[in-house]
């Protein structure tokens, strides 16, 4: 699996994201696909060179406008959806604007449709927006991760640091913040608005293919923004576990419970028969989070669930890498999860519901076709 790291050591802008994102193989000329599907070719003109801030080099990219229109949030969503752009590429970028707009609306007081958005409603921020998932697309990059952000502490120009906009952006994202000495606007509202709706914050472990440098506007040594590209490799990762116990909930609730949990996000979700007190059977249920999740599941658990309280435990866990492959067999054509271990494929697991389709399609017994189907899968990867 294709991931990107975004190490937001001198911080984050749009600018820098597409000069970082290019700067580590991705092409150019999507960047002008993005001007072009935006119909912004009259109002924008993009510039791409090479520019060093003390010993970093790398690509820095300017986006220049004229006759500046300033956009409602309205205009924003529609030049958006109105583009011809890949599904991959419009959901994010329709996710990054609702996260400015919502930012700004609350900083305001003002419903989101009358809000002016200022310098944010430029064409320069959808060309950053559209163009930075259009570049990881084309990278294809299926995951991105993000160091922790630097927050200065004070103020610039009579503006709190970090800037609002960029921390109402990121609420509830999960983001970590770094205290930073420097005394300006490090993470810009674009910036975090593609980190909010694409991002993990979290290091992963990966096998490093490239790494791009996005040279940001200030002329200070070490401006830049880095981006790694590589595979995710199997490895340690933190967890969150939340744990309660019940007694007085119908089972059938609790089923219901588990599947609302893991549509939430929870990684896995298990319940396990248990003695209470007094001798009344119950139940534990189990739930893996994610740690930047570990607060909305416990919440969730706390107002759908009659417990009065959660416990919660930090633990790793080592994860191998999986892939889904598909294979043909005499019966038709079914996905099979496979796990690698350093690379290599070492199992083979049959994607139930293909193999139930095709049992129901053929007559054959479930069991027949598991097997059918593990059996090509294994043959194809070379394990038998």
Request: net charge negative; glycine share 8%; hydrophobic share 45%.
């Given at each position: 699996?294709?991931?990107?790291?975004?190490?937001?050591?001198?911080?984050?802008?749009?600018?820098?994201?597409?000069?970082?994102?290019?700067?580590?193989?991705?092409?150019?000329?999507?960047?002008?696909?993005?001007?072009?599907?935006?119909?912004?070719?009259?109002?924008?003109?993009?510039?791409?060179?090479?520019?060093?801030?003390?010993?970093?080099?790398?690509?820095?990219?300017?986006?220049?406008?004229?006759?500046?229109?300033?956009?409602?949030?309205?205009?924003?969503?529609?030049?958006?959806?109105?583009?011809?752009?890949?599904?991959?590429?419009?959901?994010?970028?329709?996710?990054?604007?609702?996260?400015?707009?919502?930012?700004?609306?609350?900083?305001?007081?003002?419903?989101?449709?009358?809000?002016?958005?200022?310098?944010?409603?430029?064409?320069?921020?959808?060309?950053?927006?559209?163009?930075?998932?259009?570049?990881?697309?084309?990278?294809?990059?299926?995951?991105?991760?993000?160091?922790?952000?630097?927050?200065?502490?004070?103020?610039?120009?009579?503006?709190?640091?970090?800037?609002?906009?960029?921390?109402?952006?990121?609420?509830?994202?999960?983001?970590?913040?770094?205290?930073?000495?420097?005394?300006?606007?490090?993470?810009?509202?674009?910036?975090?608005?593609?980190?909010?709706?694409?991002?993990?914050?979290?290091?992963?472990?990966?096998?490093?293919?490239?790494?791009?440098?996005?040279?940001?506007?200030?002329?200070?040594?070490?401006?830049?923004?880095?981006?790694?590209?590589?595979?995710?490799?199997?490895?340690?990762?933190?967890?969150?576990?939340?744990?309660?116990?019940?007694?007085?909930?119908?089972?059938?609730?609790?089923?219901?419970?588990?599947?609302?949990?893991?549509?939430?996000?929870?990684?896995?979700?298990?319940?396990?028969?248990?003695?209470?007190k007094k001798g009344r059977p119950g139940?534990?249920?189990?739930?893996?989070?994610?740690?930047?999740?570990?607060?909305?599941?416990?919440?969730?658990?706390?107002?759908?669930?009659?417990?009065?309280?959660?416990?919660?435990?930090?633990?790793?866990?080592?994860?191998?890498?999986?892939?889904?492959?598909?294979?043909?067999?005499?019966?038709?054509?079914?996905?099979?999860?496979v796990k690698e271990l350093g690379g290599?494929?070492?199992?083979?697991?049959?994607?139930?519901?293909?193999?139930?389709?095709?049992?129901?399609?053929?007559?054959?017994?479930?069991?027949?076709?598991?097997?059918?189907?593990?059996?090509?899968?294994?043959?194809?990867?070379?394990?038998?």
């Amino acid at each position: 699996m294709t991931i990107a790291y975004f190490d937001c050591f001198a911080g984050i802008s749009g600018d820098m994201t597409l000069g970082a994102l290019i700067d580590s193989g991705a092409d150019r000329a999507l960047l002008d696909a993005a001007v072009a599907a935006l119909r912004l070719g009259d109002e924008v003109s993009v510039d791409v060179r090479r520019e060093e801030r003390g010993h970093v080099g790398g690509t820095r990219v300017v986006i220049e406008t004229s006759d500046r229109v300033e956009r409602t949030v309205p205009a924003l969503r529609a030049a958006v959806e109105d583009a011809d752009l890949p599904d991959q590429v419009k959901t994010p970028a329709l996710a990054a604007v609702d996260r400015l707009a919502r930012a700004e609306a609350r900083i305001h007081g003002l419903a989101e449709e009358k809000l002016h958005l200022h310098e944010l409603g430029g064409a320069d921020t959808l060309v950053d927006v559209v163009g930075a998932f259009w570049l990881l697309h084309g990278l294809g990059v299926n995951r991105v991760f993000a160091s922790p952000l630097p927050a200065p502490r004070g103020r610039k120009d009579a503006m709190p640091l970090p800037a609002p906009a960029s921390l109402r952006v990121l609420e509830g994202t999960g983001a970590v913040f770094e205290p930073a000495e420097d005394g300006r606007e490090l993470v810009t509202p674009t910036g975090a608005a593609i980190l909010a709706a694409s991002a993990i914050f979290l290091r992963p472990a990966m096998s490093l293919k490239a790494i791009g440098y996005g040279i940001g506007a200030r002329q200070s040594p070490g401006n830049a923004l880095a981006v790694w590209i590589g595979e995710e490799v199997e490895r340690e990762t933190g967890v969150t576990l939340i744990e309660t116990n019940l007694d007085d909930m119908a089972p059938n609730l609790i089923a219901a419970l588990c599947e609302d949990l893991m549509a939430a996000g929870a990684l896995d979700v298990s319940t396990t028969p248990t003695l209470m007190k007094k001798g009344r059977p119950g139940h534990l249920i189990s739930v893996m989070s994610p740690p930047e999740l570990a607060a909305r599941l416990s919440d969730h658990l706390l107002r759908h669930s009659t417990t009065m309280g959660v416990r919660m435990t930090v633990a790793q866990r080592v994860i191998a890498q999986r892939t889904i492959i598909e294979v043909q067999t005499e019966l038709g054509r079914a996905r099979v999860k496979v796990k690698e271990l350093g690379g290599r494929p070492v199992d083979a697991a049959p994607e139930y519901e293909d193999c139930r389709r095709i049992s129901r399609e053929t007559g054959r017994d479930l069991r027949e076709v598991m097997r059918l189907v593990a059996e090509a899968a294994r043959r194809e990867l070379g394990l038998i």
